[in-house]
């Protein structure tokens, strides 16, 4: 994440400091490995799982390398070692194979499993565990907010949940426009860059309380509204290719949002906080009647934003 931040410093709104969450995540590894154990275990038996790694290593493997070097972080070894009961001599080699971007994109349309493949998965699913829970020390001691992948859930911290609150559809298919207006691009540079710039118009618009995407019962009227506010903030201008960026971003299996739940780092949410965020979101209580049209996205974001720093989690509904 360093090296892309340093390319794009825009994705950063504030300077954190990295390495008391780095001395966090280690100890937490070296005295927790049977927990780290037990998320790998749970994984393994997630029906999601073998669609979704599969897909990912198909679209996402050579750019990672491009972006990280290797498939792996190489410091990361000795824990994954524990957990694969694969010797360090053998993960070093998969390690150095896999900085090869073209061995990276042969194995990411390889598609018979072969015994390097499989473990290279492995490892890049390993890894991505463990960059999690450093993640999860750094918002902890920033006291910032962290939405954590749902393939990361085994290795969060236990935290008391202080509410949910329902996704708007309208606000789902704009974040699916968002990510798939990138991936329309026609190479790796631009898709990234492209990227870059709908993240940081999807935020000005919000912190400028521009963008509104209030509730819709109908999925017709709910894309139409994403439609809009995207062609809005310059995503896109021709309605073709807004179409088609919801498309791709529903192809990539990014699933349905059902509701977010935020888990506060430190202690419960007090009723005031709660009574405060159901104030901006339009009265009554947290989940009920969906059809009431609320105030506006920016608003809702923003309140969230500020309510309290905690770890925010997604409920999923995959698409069968």
């Known amino acids: 994440m360093g090296t892309l931040i340093s390319a794009f410093p825009g994705l ?73 009961n ?65 393939y990361r859930a085994g290795i969060g911290k236990m935290l008391r949940p202080a509410f949910s609150e329902n996704v708007y559809y309208s606000e789902e298919y704009f974040s699916k426009i968002v990510i798939g207006g990138a991936l329309l691009e026609t190479t790796a540079k631009r898709r990234v860059v492209a990227w870059v710039k709908n993240v940081q118009r999807a935020r000005v618009a919000i912190e400028g309380r521009s963008l509104e995407l209030p509730n819709a019962v109908a999925l017709r009227d709910a894309e139409q509204l994403a439609i809009a506010a995207a062609k809005r903030i310059g995503i896109a201008t021709r309605s073709e290719i807004v179409h088609r960026a919801l498309d791709v971003g529903t192809a990539i299996g990014l699933g349905a949002l059902v509701s977010l739940t935020l888990y506060p780092w430190f202690g419960p949410v007090g009723p005031i906080i709660i009574q405060a965020y159901r104030y901006f979101r339009g009265g009554g209580s947290v989940g009920d009647d969906i059809g009431r049209y609320a105030l506006s996205t920016s608003r809702r974001f923003r309140t969230l934003a500020r309510s309290v720093p905690g770890r925010i989690e997604r409920e999923i509904r995959f698409p069968r």
């Open 12 to 84: 950063e709104t504030r300077t954190v400091n990295r390495n008391v969450a780095d001395r966090e995540a280690r100890r937490w590894l070296s005295s927790k490995a049977n927990l780290l154990k037990s998320a790998w275990d749970a994984l393994q038996i997630d029906s999601n799982l073998p669609e979704w790694s599969h897909s990912h290593r198909k679209m996402i493997w050579p750019e990672h390398v491009q972006m990280f070097k290797a498939l792996f972080m190489s410091e990361h070894i000795p824990y994954i070692s524990s957990v694969l």
């Open 86 to 150: 694969c010797s360090t001599h053998d993960l070093e080699k998969i390690y150095l194979i896999s900085c090869n971007v073209e061995t990276v994109k042969a194995w990411a349309k390889q598609k018979r499993q072969s015994e390097d493949l499989q473990l290279a998965l492995d490892c890049w699913l390993m890894s991505g565990l463990i960059r999690g829970k450093y993640h999860e020390c750094l918002a902890q001691h920033e006291q910032l907010q962290l939405i954590a992948h749902p």
